[in-house]
């Protein structure tokens, strides 16, 4: 008989998700069941619990953590132009990946899965394989218990990972892995996260997307630079157009619109529809990453000598660990030395939470009820920010001067 309940049943609220304690179970009695809202949330079968305290001694949400510290802080891009249109920022975590790729190593991160209508973080050994796991998937992922045995057994024979993910993703992982994380063969990389989306959302988007052209999804690319980096697109192609690679910048996706008028989108940077715990994170700058990579948003005023075309990195190399991976680079970027100061006016979610939009309550419930998404946009129409409507100009500005000076 249990002498106490474990303590990520009661967490409520505070649960980020990660799956970090149904891996960890040594009786494998929690499953990661999705919650009204389709976020995954681990369900305990108290009938086979032994009360060993493993889930949560795992649990990011539980305990204090260190603050990582960034011993350099860099902007950078991949030289190769090609490669930084493929990412969704400078191409940076693309390089990182093909180094350890190409030691034979292993890289887990997150794919699209089921038609697109899932997201799901996998294990990659191959480069063929790689861009499953390039460019931002705005959903939160399912890092299932064969992830987590993937990256230790990996590690435990000898071959070199790269883990990314979201803060509490890391957080999860290295907490699972234990001393592990701390060889030299383990590198984790954390994004720079304004939160996670709801899965139920994204499944009910990407049907409506489907019955609206009439055929299944087969790509999405939601950082598409058809449109520039700054003014970023959301590509969905379909079944039917099996020659577009929506991966691709010059490739025009048959279903394409910049980020300001894609409703998902919008409901996204609104953050209305974000997971609970996205809006008290307890692991922003303490989820342990050797390396935390994301967009330079703002880097034509803080280092105005950069051509930003195609996406600049911002690059946190917060151990040592991380500045050797980002050396080893180095013949391949562009590069720059920066700083926090220059980093967060463009990324204030890399240290504090965002704040939930004013109706979250309504659309959560609207949406976990069961109102269809035609429904969910008449009532819910979300503007933009200004900034994001000043970064969209800027980018259509950029692209109209780069067209107009070509035929000069």
Known sequence: MLKSLPKITLLGDACCGCGACAARCPKSCIGMITDGCGFPTPMVNLDVCIGCGGCDSVCPAMGERPKDGAQSVLWAKSRDRGERLASSSGGVFGLLALDVLADGGVVCGAAWDEGCRHVRH?????????????RSKYVQSSVGRK?????????????????????CQVAGMRSYLGK??????????????????????????????????????????????????????????????????????????????????????KAFLANASLRPSCFACRVKRSCGSDVTLGDFWGIQ????????????????????????????????????????????????????????????????????????????????????????????????????????????
């Open 122 to 134: 996998v294990l990659v050994e191959d480069g063929s394989d790689l861009d499953s796991v390039m």
């Open 147 to 167: 992830a987590y045995e993937g990256v230790r057994e990996a590690l435990r024979g000898g071959r070199r990972v790269l883990f990314s993910g979201t803060a």
């Open 180 to 265: 592990l994380a701390d060889s030299d063969g383990f590198l984790s990389v954390d994004v720079i996260c304004h939160g996670v989306p709801s899965p139920l959302l994204w499944e009910k988007w990407a049907a409506y997307k489907e019955v609206g052209v009439g055929a299944a999804l087969r790509a999405v690319n939601m950082r598409s630079k058809a449109t520039g980096w700054l003014s970023f697109s959301a590509s969905y192609a379909y079944a039917h157009d099996a020659e577009k690679d929506v991966a691709r910048a010059s490739s025009a996706a048959a279903d394409s619109c910049i980020f300001v008028d894609d409703w998902y989108m």
């Open 301 to 408: 005023s803080s280092h105005p000598e950069v051509d930003y075309e195609g996406g600049v990195s911002a690059v946190l190399c917060n151990t040592s660990k991380g500045l050797a991976a980002i050396e080893r680079l180095k013949s391949g970027i562009e590069w720059g030395e920066s700083s926090l100061e220059k980093v967060l006016p463009g990324n204030p979610s890399l240290v504090r939470p965002v704040v939930p939009y004013e109706r979250r309550g309504e659309f959560m419930a609207d949406l976990e009820c069961g109102r269809g998404i035609d429904e969910m946009m008449a009532v819910y129409g979300f503007e933009p920010s200004l900034a994001q409507r000043v970064r969209s100009k800027l980018g259509g500005v950029k692209r109209r001067l780069k067209k107009l000076l070509g035929k000069a």
